[in-house]
């Protein structure tokens, strides 16, 4: 399983992931599910993948393979919106599900895998996508600030309760990390390490891309605190008068 | 959608479910789930039900004739263990599966059903199992102190950290309430009023069985108080010092 959740906040963007992959049938393995695949100062493209890890791996393959060798035509390194980078990413996966799909669904396999895609191009405010396994997408929005994909919903609550839009990077991300906590306690098919990546809007460039594991002291602190606080919070609550 | 919870902690059960009911295509409906199906002194049972409506109502409804029409036969009035009533829950729900499965499917509904069965008959202790949709059951331990069903995730997080077998009546039932919060904030299809219901071991009797709607003046001071406890305590986590 995988959590995956990206917030497009008004001070800029963050991404983050957990590192649990069932590659095979009986291999529980780590791969890293963040992906930049442009940081030029022009640009900062980011990609958060879950699903079938052979057609997300592949579907980025691709994208960077073109980029590379295609320069001259529209790819994620000259395209001038992150509009056309999602249809792009879009279109790669459905080229990708396109060879692979009917070999997987034979083994019963599922060809499956979405994106959230984060990023800036020069000339755009920072934009989020969600790209969905069919290789259509969708945007964030004010009143959505942020999207999730994988085991989306132990960690939804917190987030529920916390993120709008003007929520700061430095909240936010102590709220993510909150949330990867809360998933990784409840489903044991997602750890750490939780892969983070903090971009500032207009910077163009990553300010922070950091892997937590297991004994990460921020990591641990948060997770220690949080734990102490929310008892707390329950003992502090009013006891029922009814009971 | 539903969420049901039940505890079986060392001074207690507690039990609680949500009231809506997506009854028909178009119809979202109030239904209670949680029905008393004996309180005499001898024995209390307590479900909460789950998945089709049609199929959950007349399982019970068949327990509840049987005990009435043929009282000297073995029924839930009767039963002299919890493990009895389950078993019998268990084959009256296989039974109206029998008669309507077939009709259910033949128009795409899921005939699915599933039970958490709470209560204590003398001479045992409390019990708490939960009964699977094709009728088989299994029984919480020590270790595994609640049962949740229908949307289970939103609402786990804070049970399992604050949950065992050691927890008190009154600081577990905040935390249901909390847990209902959490899933009600995240999932519009699971809404009040929360039927709860706490058990003393040993009384027999029902200790508090109370609806809580939207207004209800506990559930409006906890839902309050703990989303600003929370927003509080994600203040108070330590800022990052890499970001």
Redesign the interface.
């Known amino acids: 399983m995988t959590y995956c959740v990206g917030l497009n906040l008004e001070e800029g963007l963050i991404l983050a992931s957990d590192s649990r992959t069932n590659a095979g049938v009986d291999d529980i393995g780590r791969f890293g599910k963040m992906r930049v695949i442009a940081e030029d100062g022009e640009r900062v493209i980011v990609t958060l993948s879950a699903g079938n890890l052979s057609v997300s791996q592949n579907a980025l393959n691709l994208l960077e393979q073109r980029a590379r060798h295609a320069p001259s035509q529209l790819g994620v390194h000259n395209a001038g919106s992150m509009f056309e980078v999602a249809t792009l990413l879009g279109d790669a996966m459905r080229e990708i599900r396109g060879r692979d799909a009917a070999y997987l669904k034979a083994s019963g396999i599922d060809p499956g895998a979405t994106f959230i895609l984060g990023g800036q191009i020069r000339g755009e405010a920072p934009r989020l996508f969600l790209v969905y396994s069919e290789g259509n997408f969708i945007e964030n929005s004010d009143e959505t600030p942020f999207f999730q994909t994988g085991e989306t919903?132990?960690?939804?609550?917190?987030l529920?309760?916390?993120i709008d839009s003007g929520t700061s990077?430095?909240?936010a991300?102590?709220?993510v990390?909150?949330s990867f906590d809360?998933t990784i306690?409840?489903n044991l098919s997602v750890g750490p390490p939780i892969d983070l990546l903090?971009y500032r809007r207009d910077s163009l460039r990553v300010?922070?891309q950091?892997r937590m594991g297991e004994d990460d002291p921020?990591y641990t602190?948060?997770r220690k605190?949080?734990?102490d606080?929310?008892?707390a919070?329950?003992?502090?609550?009013?006891?029922?008068?009814?009971?």
Do not use: M
Not at 153 to 158: A, T, V, W
Not at 235 to 243: G, V, Y
């Open positions: 919903k132990f960690g939804k609550p917190i529920d309760r916390v990077l430095v909240e991300t102590k709220c990390v909150v809360s306690r409840s903090v300010q922070v950091r921020y602190t948060v605190q949080w734990n606080s929310l008892r919070a329950i003992a502090e609550l009013p006891h029922p008068d009814w009971l």
